[in-house]
């Protein structure tokens, strides 16, 4: 049962023992040594602060044609295949039986920041999405569905995983600050933050 729920997004918080968080950093180790980090350029052409990659069929992938999702890393290779710890945590929490087509792999330097957004390049709304924080903790800022109007915010640690569906599924949110050297998951400060999506 999540530990708490905050504008109909459900928060498991320390869902992920110290054990399994270790384990998942280890395989996006190897995820990211076969496809490298990269910076998405916005349709503006302004870099963004937060580095990518992803494992699966699809990755995100911006620059100034928009927003979409790509079958290959930008280099021109297959997007490694998500690791089963990964595909686990999945399971376990949404309880579907179809896979997610994307991780993708945020990190975030201590002065990376991701405005408020809504998902909205996947197909099919209806399938959740499944967000797993790791290493330094990050400031969540959550809107509505509707732009504008109030937001609160809410640390996510490292550990927390937050599912996001039904009407939650297309809540505007961002994360606007990060607490560098608040975990030493990691080796260097930094937040790693793991979202699976059904894409098409
Ligand atoms: C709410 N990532 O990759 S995770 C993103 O921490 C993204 O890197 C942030 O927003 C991060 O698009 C936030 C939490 C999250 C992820 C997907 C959502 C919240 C969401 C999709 C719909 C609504
Ligand atoms: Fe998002």
Redesign the pocket.
């Known amino acids: 049962a999540p530990t708490l729920i905050i504008r109909g997004?459900p928060v498991f918080r320390g869902y992920l023992s110290h054990a399994a968080q270790r384990s998942l950093v280890n395989d996006v180790r190897k995820v990211v040594r076969a496809a490298p980090f990269f910076q998405p350029e916005t349709r503006f052409g302004q870099k963004m602060s937060?580095r990518?990659s992803a494992a699966g069929n699809y990755g995100?992938f911006s620059d100034r044609r928009g927003y979409r999702y790509i079958a290959h890393h930008p280099r021109g290779t297959a997007w490694p295949p998500i690791p089963e710890s990964i595909l686990g945590v999945w399971s376990e929490i949404t309880g579907l039986s179809r896979q997610p087509e994307c991780c993708?792999i945020?990190f975030?330097t201590e002065t990376a920041r991701?405005g408020l957004?809504?998902?909205r390049d996947e197909t099919d709304f209806r399938w959740p999405?499944?967000?797993i924080?790791l290493g330094d903790s990050?400031r969540?800022r959550?809107g509505s569905v509707d732009r504008g109007g109030p937001t609160e915010s809410l640390w996510?640690d490292s550990g927390d995983v937050?599912m996001?569906s039904g009407p939650?599924?297309?809540?505007?949110?961002?994360?606007d600050r990060i607490r560098p050297g608040s975990s030493s998951l990691l080796p260097k400060s930094g937040?790693l933050?793991l979202?699976l999506?059904v894409v098409t």
Do not use: E, K, P
């Open positions: 997004i937060v990518m995100w993708l945020n975030y991701m957004h809504q998902d999405v499944l967000s924080s990050g969540f959550i996510l937050l996001l939650a599924r297309l809540i505007h949110h961002g994360i937040r933050n979202t999506r």
